[in-house]
């Protein structure tokens, strides 16, 4: 294998001259600022960094890094890199951005390094949503070749399984385009077996009619966490596949960055998207109100637009790891196991512990057969803790705890195929790091909306606040502006 410094500073020109878009080596000054990315944990430290602006300079870059043995990353948003880029080339995607829609097909079209809120926003304009996630930030590709387990999973499936075309430029510098009909196993693979397969190009999908829903989130204090937890996984038996919703132990530092009624304590964050009326919505959710002592309550009617809302994602880079695992089954003995480790009153180092809800579409397989595996998962379990050693063995613990108490808690095989390397081994959505409500910027007053659900803020009982959640709508990201900070050492 070719890496190391001196050959990339000799090969640095010869793949400029191939490329339309630069070449950064170490020692250029947007290097590391190009290297950032939302997970501020990750140290990528390539040779060289290839700024492609097209599938023809991807099938360049791929073609120079294979004659030269140099192994190849990828990066978008940075979002949820596996493993850091030790040594050859890194593809930054960042400007292979564009999304066009097909409102009579019900179609998106969109580029290899284009951002879920750019998707949102083009496919509103038109009565229709795309199966996004909790972050309208991440990356569209990365996500939806994970899976992409999103705020109506349950009622529409994953992500993957609605994709009906990838371009992709595989290993040897060749483009496919991907679909049923054609370089099949490959099609099945890339949706759900992640980037193994090679750089993505574009992808193209099916939308939903999705234009509003009845959604956000209902916080309560972690001193109920017993209560709502166990309420919650009752109830979640209850709802009809129209509603998918998750639920998150927040244990927020006490640091200005947080919102106050979140710093420096525990609380249990319920989210909600509901697909119905907002009066069924309301009348769904009714029982779950009561679960505890509600501190704020961000329910209302709301365009699909505004659905980063639902989980409030920072916004900002941070430093994190993440763990995520599916369970079969959730029973009372579970959580009273996951309660003992991440309660109130456990040594527990987790920002978030949180359960996402799968079952209805998620749980079967779509049209077109893809590498989604874990159909039969009931719940989806994932952690995020600031770095430290630690969050191994909680995880043993749990799920010792889990089996001692006689749960049905495992990792389901994947789902069998012809493909061998297809059948990962990683969920399906295994860059997955959960909610994540830490940085983001929360108004300070309840809603002033005059709608009938923005009213409850004055029926809201004391101590309860209504608001609107302040995190930027997906319309404040400008396409062109990348949200993560300046370059390390700058
Ligand atoms: C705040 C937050 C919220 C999230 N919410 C959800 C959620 O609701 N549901 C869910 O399923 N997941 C969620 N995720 C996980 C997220 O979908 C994955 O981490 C995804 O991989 C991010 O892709 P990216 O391109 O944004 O990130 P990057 O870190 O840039 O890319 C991650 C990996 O994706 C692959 N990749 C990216 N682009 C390409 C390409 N063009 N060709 C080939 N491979 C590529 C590469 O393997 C790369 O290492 C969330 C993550 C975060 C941080």
Request: one cysteine or more.
């Amino acid at each position: 294998m070719t890496t190391g410094k001196s050959v990339a500073r000799s090969a640095a020109a010869e793949l400029s001259e191939r490329l339309r878009g630069r070449v950064l080596r170490a020692r250029d000054v947007d290097f590391a600022r190009e290297l950032e990315g939302f997970n501020s944990i990750t140290e990528h430290d390539p040779d060289l960094i290839a700024l492609v602006s097209g599938a023809a300079d991807v099938r360049e870059a791929v073609s120079f890094a294979a004659a030269r043995h140099l192994p190849v990353s990828v990066q978008a948003t940075g979002h949820g890199p596996s493993l850091p880029a030790s040594g050859g080339l890194l593809i930054s995607t960042r400007r292979l951005r564009g999304v066009s829609i097909d409102p009579v097909a019900r179609t998106a079209r969109v580029e290899g390094g284009t951002q879920w809120f750019e998707v949102i926003q083009a496919a509103a304009k038109h009565g229709l949503a795309p199966l996004s996630g909790s972050s309208p930030l991440t990356g569209v590709v990365g996500y939806t070749i994970g899976g992409g387990l999103g705020l109506m999973a349950r009622r529409y499936g994953y992500a993957a399984d609605l994709v009906t075309a990838v371009e992709i430029v595989t290993a040897d510098g060749r483009s496919h385009r991907a679909t049923a009909d054609q370089d099949t196993d490959l099609f099945w693979a890339v949706r759900g077996g992640k980037g193994n397969f090679g750089v993505v190009t574009a992808i193209e999908f099916r939308l939903v009619p999705v234009s509003r829903l009845y959604g956000g989130g209902l916080f309560f204090a972690g001193e109920a966490s017993a209560e709502v937890v166990h309420a919650w996984r009752e109830w979640t038996a209850t709802v009809p596949e129209e509603l998918t919703s998750s639920l998150a132990l927040l244990r927020m530092p006490d640091i200005e960055a947080i919102p106050p009624f979140l710093r420096g304590r525990l609380t249990v964050h319920v989210r909600i998207a509901h697909l119905g009326s907002a009066d069924d919505g309301e009348r769904l959710v009714a029982p779950l109100r009561t679960a505890g002592p509600l501190v704020v309550d961000t329910l209302a009617d709301m365009p699909y637009s505004r659905s980063g809302e639902i989980h409030q994602d920072p916004t900002e880079p941070i430093p994190y790891n993440e763990r995520s695992m599916m369970l079969r089954v959730l029973d009372e003995a579970a959580v009273d196991a996951l309660l003992q480790l991440a309660g109130p009153g456990a040594d527990c180092i987790d920002l978030t512990v949180e359960l996402r809800q799968l079952g209805g579409a998620a749980g079967r397989a779509p049209e077109v057969p893809n590498a989604v595996g874990h159909r039969d998962a009931a719940f989806a379990l994932s952690t995020l803790s600031l770095p430290d050693d630690r969050p191994r063995w909680w995880w043993t613990a749990w799920r010792r705890g889990a089996r001692d108490s006689a749960t049905s808690t495992s990792w389901p095989a994947p789902t069998p195929r012809t493909s061998p390397r297809a059948a990962t081994s990683r969920p399906p959505s295994p860059g997955w790091p959960g909610s994540r409500p830490w940085p983001t910027r929360t108004t300070s007053s309840a809603s002033t909306t005059t709608s009938r659900h923005g009213r409850r803020a004055a029926e809201s009982p004391p101590g309860v606040e209504r608001r609107r959640s302040a995190m930027p709508p997906p319309g404040q990201y400008p396409a062109d502006t990348p949200r993560w900070k300046a370059g390390r050492g700058d």
